[in-house]
């Protein structure tokens, strides 16, 4: 079974910072691309980041300069570090795999930006 513990979610005022954390099991870890996405509610859901098992990162064009994607082979973990957030990143943020060829989800973690 593939699934996820997800962390770090919670409010925070306009220009503080977060700090995501995604611990996936069932899976190789340091073979796997490791993605994160977001969905705002009434919105479609939206690729942030993601890390493959090289560290070649690639960022959405609205939080580059803001958001850190990192991983940690030996505790078989994804960071996402978000600072300078602003009132659109609110949304549930979700860590993601793929494995032999099927897409899996956490449960998310909510984040909300706001003043």
């Known amino acids: 079974q593939v699934q996820f513990v997800e962390s770090g979610g919670g409010l925070v005022q306009p220009g503080g910072s977060l700090r995501l954390s995604c611990a996936p099991t069932?899976?190789?870890?340091?073979?796997?691309?490791i993605y994160w996405y977001r969905q705002a509610s009434g919105k479609e859901r939206e690729l942030v980041a993601y890390e493959t098992p090289e560290a070649y990162t690639e960022y959405a064009d609205s939080v580059k300069g803001r958001f850190t994607i990192s991983r940690d082979n030996a505790k078989n973990t994804v960071v996402l570090q978000m600072d300078n957030l602003k009132p659109e990143d609110t949304a549930v943020y979700l860590c993601?795999?793929?494995?032999?060829?099927?897409?899996?989800w956490g449960q998310g973690t909510r984040v909300t930006v706001s003043a």
């Open positions: 993601s795999v793929v494995r032999m060829g099927e897409r899996f």
């Open positions: 069932g899976i190789i870890f340091s073979i796997r691309t």
